[in-house]
């Protein structure tokens, strides 16, 4: 056992040092010759000292992501191996004969252990944001959203692993199909109540304070054919420097977004073209796509899932002192066979929606006809996240959603050179 273990610490070092080498050494995110001193440029809208800051500040994000992930899988893993799984749910069998109050129990300290083991992690990463100037947050509204986090992803999970296993107890062989038949209302039901439960548990929203800009966003809606009759501002200039808009809901209502600091940092053009962007995605119904996707990925997860985990215990039970899937004490490897799943999956997922940004920019061009403002938007919308233009490969494949800012940029100088002609 000791030796799985150091075996698995050596492959993890070795691997985090050529993460280290990959990030800081040997990937280039130049952009091409032929698109030096275009939009595209950063060294046309960036300062020096910011093309300097944006590329360091990008190289430790992308680190501690490609670091932290595996981190997560050794986590649950060790969990696992060191027996504290198998501990908690002997303990919370002998507290009580309820099987809800079993998991309550058990979902409430495996949170705490997995909270004290990943705290660290985020606790850099957002110090890392803070000392680059791209989070505004103070230690102090930090460690509340952590708590906020805490909270609502152990009420989550302790839902999640009573309906789970309470199937996995009842149905040895077709549990997943089960679960997956009720995480789909449940999926839906979570896209609804998300922006209007969740969110506003973090940060305030109110009604656009602008009026005019409000007046002229719902022009933008009525020729998208968008039916809302009230654009929200959310106080974001608190916690970040970053920008962001949306829009959300699903039937016949949308429920459009602003940032805060999207207003303050952006002129009224560059809010329109933006707010294009995200009006293209709810009039191509993207938001349908995804949680469609989302059903089928769990079908198959689920499905991935219950094989692998069998296996595991079959093969290795005795190390992760497991003897049968339905025992609480295999929710660790769940989570562990879920994650990893997940990302092994999330190229083709990151794929999918990169396209879909696309389609939303293409969307907005032809509803605003106005590429000069999207372009100084994203020139502004990189100098406030310290953002990378032109990402290298490995990370624009395993964290980007959208389009790089060169790719966005480079359409956006074709569309004004068509334009033009
Ligand atoms: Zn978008």
């Known amino acids: 056992m000791k030796k799985i273990i150091g075996w698995a610490i050596i492959i993890y070092v070795l691997y985090c040092i050529g993460i280290a080498w990959y990030l800081f050494s040997f990937a280039d995110s130049s952009i091409p010759s032929k698109w030096k001193g275009t939009s595209a440029d950063p060294a046309t809208f960036l300062t020096p000292s910011e093309q300097v800051l944006s590329e360091q500040y990008s190289q430790w994000k992308n680190f501690l992501f490609f670091v932290s992930v595996p981190y997560d899988w050794l986590a649950y893993l060790a969990v696992l191996w060191l027996g504290m799984a198998k501990a908690l749910q002997t303990w919370s069998e002998k507290a009580t004969k309820w099987f809800v109050l079993q998991v309550a129990f058990y979902v409430f300290w495996f949170s705490i252990i997995m909270t004290v083991l990943t705290l660290p992690f985020d606790f850099i990463s957002y110090r890392i944001s803070w ?168 079908f198959a997860g689920l499905f991935v899932a219950g094989r692998v985990m069998n296996w595991l215990i079959r093969r290795w039970g005795e190390y992760f002192h497991l003897h049968k899937i339905s025992a609480l004490a295999s929710l660790p490897m769940f989570l562990l066979v879920i994650s990893v799943l997940n990302f092994s999956v999330s190229p083709v997922v990151n794929m999918v929606s990169r396209y879909e940004e696309h389609a939303a920019d293409e969307y907005a061009i032809k509803l605003t006809k106005d590429p000069d403002a999207a372009i100084s938007a994203f020139q502004k919308l990189t100098k406030a996240g310290l953002s990378e233009v032109n990402p290298p490969v490995f990370v624009k494949i395993f964290r980007y959603t959208h389009p790089t800012i060169f790719e966005r940029m480079v359409f956006l100088e074709k569309q004004k050179y068509s334009e033009r002609n």
């Open 131 to 298: 000392a680059y100037g791209v989070s505004t947050q103070s230690v102090f509204s930090w460690m509340r959203d952590e708590a906020m986090d805490f909270l609502v992803n152990t009420v989550m999970l302790f839902l999640i692993v009573v309906v789970l296993y309470g199937l996995i107890r009842r149905f040895e062989k077709r549990w997943w199909l089960y679960a997956w038949m009720v995480s789909v209302p449940f999926t839906i039901f979570f896209m609804f109540i998300q922006p209007v439960v969740i969110d506003p548990l973090y940060n305030d929203f109110y009604p656009l304070k602008d009026k005019v800009l409000e007046a002229k966003i719902l022009a933008l809606a009525e020729k998208a054919h968008i039916p809302s009759d009230h654009v929200f501002e959310v106080n974001m200039s608190e916690k970040t420097n970053t920008l962001n808009a949306y829009v959300t809901g699903i039937g016949s209502h949308a429920r459009i977004v602003l940032w805060d600091t999207t207003l303050q940092r952006l002129k009224e053009k560059e809010v329109l073209f933006i707010m294009a962007h995200e009006m293209g995605h709810y009039v191509m119904k993207h938001v349908y796509w995804g949680v469609a996707s989302y059903i089928v990925l769990t």
